[in-house]
């Protein structure tokens, strides 16, 4: 069965330009988390949704970054404009929702902001 | 959320168990010891989880000592493929903001030919 997809898998762009992340969760699960990854600063949570409605994005780190649920079985993280210091790996991430539900990780996108 | 400890690397030889520990000396007793690990240029992939007692799967068997201070997760006959950085973490039960996970540095286990 599918896992978390996300597109696209690498993403290479200059600063100042727009960028956009997708993620299709896994059919069902109602929890959505956008994480990224550094070498220095490691795994940290953006940004989660359930049911679509955004719930904690105490991870975002400014107004350029944005995220949004249109639906159940969509979500995009934008970076707007990109900076050299948003490279790095984010991955989306979904679950079931309820009590101890584990998470479910894409391969996520690299990307990389010259 | 509880912090927890972890050594910065293990070996192991293929086709031996791979023993890696964590201590969460602070946990609380509601809350959940959970293992998920990455290999390169992957996604974390979810292990298994537990609260006191302890668990088995296909995958792996968590052992949590009494106290709940601590904990070894147990890959039974390590593969190559299981070369990987390991995470344990600790995390509440219930939802809201209790659903995100909290990720360490972790282990980077090596599994050698």
């Known amino acids: 069965d599918a896992g978390v997809i996300q597109s696209p898998r690498h993403e290479v762009t200059e600063m100042g330009q727009e960028v956009t992340l997708r993620c299709k969760p896994i059919?069902?699960?109602?929890?959505l988390f956008w994480y990224r990854q550094t070498m220095m600063r490691g795994l940290e949570l953006l940004i989660y949704f359930n049911n679509n409605v955004p719930i904690d994005d105490s991870g975002m780190p400014e107004d350029r970054f944005s995220a949004k649920m249109p639906n159940a079985s969509f979500s995009t993280l934008k970076i707007q404009p990109s900076e050299p210091r948003d490279s790095a790996v984010y991955f989306c991430a979904s679950s079931l929702g309820q009590d101890n539900s584990p998470l479910h990780f894409g391969n996520g996108t690299r990307l990389t902001v010259t | 959320d509880a912090k927890t400890t972890q050594p910065t690397s293990m070996d192991c030889a293929e086709g031996r168990a791979a023993n890696l520990p964590c201590n969460h000396s602070t946990i609380s007793g509601n809350e959940y010891v959970y293992w998920y690990r990455q290999i390169h240029s992957q996604g974390p992939q979810y292990i298994i989880h537990g609260l006191k007692n302890n668990e088995t799967n296909e995958m792996a068997s968590l052992i949590i000592t009494e106290d709940r201070k601590s904990s070894t997760l147990i890959l039974p006959h390590a593969t190559l493929r299981d070369t990987a950085v390991y995470y344990c973490i600790v995390r509440p039960p219930g939802g809201g903001s209790n659903y995100k996970l909290t990720f360490g540095k972790g282990t980077l286990l090596t599994v050698n030919p």
């Open positions: 059919s069902g699960h109602n929890s």
